[in-house]
């Protein structure tokens, strides 16, 4: 705020300046503020960065270990069963109590 001055006691040209160091003054402002705004903008770049590279260099490269793991797991798994149930089919054939599958089809 301008403190008020008289404007007919005062040369032409101070309201000229007055008016230029309002608009000065208000120029600083907003430069200090747009200063701000950037500031704060590029903690929020580094922070996404951040948050960005840890998904791509490790969280992702890791669940994709892991995906791969299981899906060995569970072929393993897979295949162990499909091996028990032909040893228990072999036994129980052997020993004369499991059924013909051909003769339940019949």
């Known amino acids: 705020a301008v ?9 032409a040209w101070v309201d000229v ?25 590029d903690q929020a770049v580094r922070r996404i960065t951040q948050r960005v590279n840890l998904f791509e260099k490790i969280l992702i490269p890791t669940a994709k270990k892991n995906i791969q793991r299981i899906r060995i797991f569970l072929g393993d798994a897979e295949r162990a069963a499909v091996i ?10 052997a020993a004369g109590g499991g059924w013909d599958t051909d003769e339940v089809e019949q």
């Open 17 to 41: 300046l007055v008016q230029r160091l309002k608009d000065a003054a208000e120029a600083r402002v907003r430069a200090r503020i747009a200063g701000q705004r950037v500031q704060t903008l």
């Open 3 to 11: 403190a008020e001055y008289s404007r007919l006691a005062t040369p």
């Open 84 to 93: 028990t149930s032909k040893l228990a089919k072999t036994k129980q054939q």
